[in-house]
């Protein structure tokens, strides 16, 4: 089992939908969340971080997380073409394992016109 | 947020050669760097986590011979590919945290490096 699953996609969605990404992790002891957009031949870009149960959102962006079930999420609300990138789950480990971040292997999203 | 910068942002050489590539902190001083590397189409890979005066940490699988890694200032971190081959040609990327067991992590620009 991967550390950190994704599922590759891509996602398709029409502009204006919400899209949904999903992430789950194996680590129970996990501490922190992290999803990072990633444009074509681009260097990941930080979109939100969640330590805590539950949503939190920030703008079109909302992420959720539920820590019994051993996943976390992010939605995009009013997706623009402008979403349309790879994006990247991370979960940075406990202190046992010397707070490690480990990255999925990103799911792209395609949002259509 | 924190600025990061990479030089060079892509590089081509000939097989054999090494290639040293700069991981600058630009705005605030960082103990730790890490070195990630990516394959088109496939996740980052951490390679190494660089530590400002000591020696760098390694991940299983990663040449530490052949990855120099130099951390000798709280602002710049440097990865050499040294005797690069064909299969070394990826995305070299960067980051910085600020620290602690939450933080995120900021990346640089990434380096593509391309060994003919």
């Known amino acids: 089992q991967k550390e950190v699953e994704q599922n590759s996609g891509p996602l398709s969605v029409p502009e204006g939908a919400i899209a949904s990404l999903n992430c789950t992790y194996s680590?129970?002891?996990?501490?922190?969340f992290f999803w990072y957009r990633q444009y074509s031949g681009k260097s990941p870009e930080l979109i939100m971080f969640?330590?805590?149960?539950g949503d939190k959102e920030d703008g079109r962006f909302t992420a959720q997380l539920n820590k019994a079930s051993q996943y976390v999420s992010l939605l995009i609300r009013d997706s623009q073409p402008s979403d349309s990138a790879t994006y990247l789950c991370a979960v940075r480990g406990p202190r046992g394992g010397g707070f490690k971040t480990i990255f999925g292997a990103g799911t792209r999203l395609f949002v259509k016109a | 947020g924190a600025v990061v910068s990479q030089h060079p942002s892509w590089v081509i050489c000939k097989s054999g050669t090494s290639v040293k590539i700069e991981c600058r902190s630009l705005?605030?001083?960082?103990?730790?760097m890490f070195w990630y590397r990516q394959f088109p189409k496939q996740s980052l890979m951490l390679m190494a986590t660089?530590?400002?005066?000591?020696?760098?940490?390694?991940e299983q699988g990663v040449e530490k011979d052949k990855f120099l890694i130099n951390h000798a200032s709280l602002t710049l971190s440097t990865l050499t590919v040294t005797s690069a081959h064909p299969e070394d040609s990826s995305f070299y990327i960067c980051?910085?945290?600020?620290?602690?067991?939450?933080?995120?992590?900021?990346f640089g620009p990434g380096t593509r490096l391309t060994v003919l």
């Open positions: 705005d605030f001083q960082a103990t730790t």
């Open positions: 660089s530590n400002e005066g000591s020696k760098a940490t390694y």
């Open positions: 680590d129970r002891g996990s501490q922190s």
């Open positions: 969640i330590y805590s149960n």
């Open positions: 980051s910085v945290s600020r620290g602690g067991s939450d933080n995120e992590q900021f």
